[in-house]
């Protein structure tokens, strides 16, 4: 009988045994490579996101300074740079931000003129010599002013914005915003995109201006509002896509080179092959075969013959002529029951047998009736 602590014991560390086995230790390995594989994936599909948010989303806003130059006998104007921040197939709304001062000249000035050019690089080159309007990358001229205010209106905002006046908090200007295009698209190539800016101002008189913006706003639809205006959505929703993929392709590439790589099977050895002497005849079933079996001196030799199937009585069109026919029966038919019913007696009879199917004991048992009947049966088939 077993020990109870033995078996309480074993009872208890039953649930140990199989969580340290070798095949959970196993499964261990094998789940955590795939998570720390899940993991990694991951993490590469969120910085290809961000890779491929900085290269679609383009920059929602962009400012130009301009420094306008003011010669002789000419309106004032500037060229400035834009660099590669715009991109192709991307509206984009162009305005023009001056700061003025409430000056008497330019409150005389009254309305003057805004005249913006976007120019490739090419056509930049050619400056002062500048292309038809219709042969730049877009262009726009638009009316400006200062907002009118009247002497009445003028006297109370100074008497109010003294102090800050005189302490340098306030200045007595104007800021202007003025929209030159809307939803301006650029065509897919280097050569179309705008590599520079011309801002010109033209008025009767001179205006006095203290800085100058071109800003650039970009107009998203479709994909790029929902990645914009939805930030964290985006990242989530196409960061899972993406690392989808790459599990898809990762367990391609596991199946492929698994397959490329999978060790050669060795061939069972079915043991040595068995030479036949020439002629001999290659069994194709052993229970169809005819074969002997060894016996002592005294007994006869075994015999296994093929026993054939008895035809169907429904393929003989001939059953009359085989009935009418006078056919005498065979005497060694009456001799094989005798010595069937001889080996049930002496099985009965607690004899001794073995592996032949008569010893001399049974011949001297069977008595004499036993042999007349066998050689009258010798006699009656060496007659026949």
Do not use: C
Not at 226 to 236: G, K
């Amino acid at each position: 009988m077993d020990n109870p602590e033995t078996s309480l014991t074993d009872l208890a560390l039953a649930p140990a045994r199989v969580a340290l086995s070798k095949p959970a230790r196993r499964a261990y390995l094998t789940t955590a490579l795939i998570l720390s594989a899940s993991f990694i994936l991951y993490g590469i599909a969120v910085f290809a996101y961000s890779l491929f948010y900085m290269q679609y989303i383009p920059k929602i806003g962009l400012e130009k300074v301009v420094h306008l130059q003011f010669e002789p006998d000419q309106h004032p104007y500037a060229l400035a740079p834009l660099g590669p921040a715009l991109v192709s197939n991307q509206p984009y709304d162009v305005s023009v931000h001056l700061l003025l001062p409430r000056s008497p000249p330019n409150l005389a000035t009254g309305n003057f003129m805004l005249d913006l050019s976007l120019l490739s690089a090419a056509q930049a080159d050619a400056l002062p010599l500048l292309p038809s309007p219709t042969d730049l990358l877009a262009h726009s001229r638009r009316p400006a002013i200062l907002t009118f205010e009247s002497g009445l209106v003028r006297t109370l905002k100074t008497a109010v914005g003294a102090g800050a006046l005189a302490l340098g908090w306030k200045r007595e200007e104007e800021s202007v915003d003025i929209r030159m295009l809307e939803e301006v698209e650029f065509r897919r190539g280097w050569a179309t995109l705008p590599k520079w800016i011309r801002l010109e101002v033209r008025a009767v008189e001179r205006v006095e201006i203290y800085r100058a913006v071109v800003k650039f706003e970009a107009r998203f639809y479709g994909l790029r509002y929902i990645m914009y205006n939805h930030r964290i959505l985006s990242l989530l929703l196409f960061s899972t896509i993406f690392w989808l993929t790459e599990l898809l392709f990762a367990l391609l590439a596991y199946l492929l080179l698994s397959t490329i790589f999978r060790p050669a099977t060795q061939p069972i050895k079915s043991g040595p092959d068995i030479k036949l002497d020439p002629g001999t005849p290659t069994p194709t079933s052993f229970s169809d075969t005819s074969r002997s079996f060894p016996t002592t001196s005294r007994q006869q030799t075994l015999h296994y013959s093929r026993i054939k199937p008895e035809p169907d009585s429904s393929d003989f069109e001939g059953d009359d002529v085989l009935a009418g026919a006078n056919i005498p029966p065979l005497v060694g038919e009456a001799d094989d029951e005798d010595e069937e019913e001889d080996l049930v007696n002496l099985v009965r009879g607690g004899g001794r047998t073995d592996s032949g199917i008569g010893t001399s004991l049974d011949d001297a048992a069977r008595g004499p009736g036993v042999q007349r009947r066998r050689s009258r049966g010798r006699g009656a088939g060496e007659r026949d």
